[in-house]
């Protein structure tokens, strides 16, 4: 199974502030989702990144959000000024391969981002 | 439009039971695929089963298993002998153009 390690855990920052989540595969893959799920509500859709770009995003996904690969292993999602309701848990996803949208998407735990 | 509908917003058993979780689905597509996914409190994702929409036959995993109705657009999940760490938030996905559309969710209470 592969695994995916997303830093930090939790962050709380200040409204207007700027965030970088962070999401680390153990092994190579090729394509990378992010995810979010304000509490109590359901899952949603934010980017999809391969072969780094962008391969698609939501609406959510406006020009507050950005996405890269810095380093090639490291995912990261940035949100240049933070709302109060960009609150929520943010899910980075791997699918090893693009080719198979059967193959399931492999979660990592999650940062729970609080913005005050 | 693809749209996944969880209608049970919650459901208990009593441990060692049996539970099923229902869900519906919508899609102009033929070739396709279903997933449950577990969110226990510590708020991971966590893959429980997942179906191939060209199989007939019912997916299962240990405890876990679906009942999969394709013309109904139907794709349940039976958890049997509940136990106290089945205790989750359980979702269903359905796979369109490499994106997972997202029911819900259904809060599962194992009572002891």
């Known amino acids: 199974e592969p695994e995916v390690t997303q830093t930090p855990s939790h962050q709380v920052t200040q409204m207007g502030q700027e965030v970088i989540l962070r999401c680390v595969p153990i092994s190579n893959h090729l394509y990378f989702y992010w995810y979010r799920q304000i509490l109590g509500q359901k899952v949603e859709f934010l980017v999809s990144?391969?072969?780094?770009?962008?391969?698609?995003k939501s609406e959510i996904f406006d020009d507050q959000f950005s996405v890269e690969r810095p380093d090639g292993s490291n995912f990261t999602l940035k949100i240049r000024s933070t709302k109060l309701e960009d609150s929520a848990m943010y899910f980075c996803?791997?699918?090893?391969?693009?080719?198979?949208?059967?193959?399931?998407?492999?979660f990592g735990n999650g940062t729970r981002l609080t913005v005050t | 439009a693809q749209t996944v509908t969880q209608s049970q917003p919650e459901m208990s058993v009593q441990e060692a039971e049996t539970v099923t979780l229902s869900c519906t689905y919508d899609t102009s597509e033929s070739d396709y695929y279903l997933f449950w996914y577990k969110q226990p409190p510590s708020r991971q994702m966590i893959l429980v089963i997942r179906q191939e929409a060209y199989k007939q036959q019912n997916a299962t995993e240990n405890r876990f298993s679906v009942n999969f109705q394709k013309a109904a657009k139907s794709f349940s999940l039976k958890i049997s002998d509940s136990q106290l760490g089945d205790a989750a938030m359980y979702f269903c996905?359905?796979?369109?153009?490499?994106?997972?559309?997202w029911g819900a969710g259904t809060k599962l209470i194992i009572k002891p």
């Open positions: 996803a791997i699918r090893s391969s693009r080719s198979s949208y059967n193959s399931p998407l492999h």
């Open positions: 996905a359905f796979t369109f153009n490499y994106q997972l559309i």
């Open positions: 990144f391969y072969n780094n770009e962008i391969s698609e």
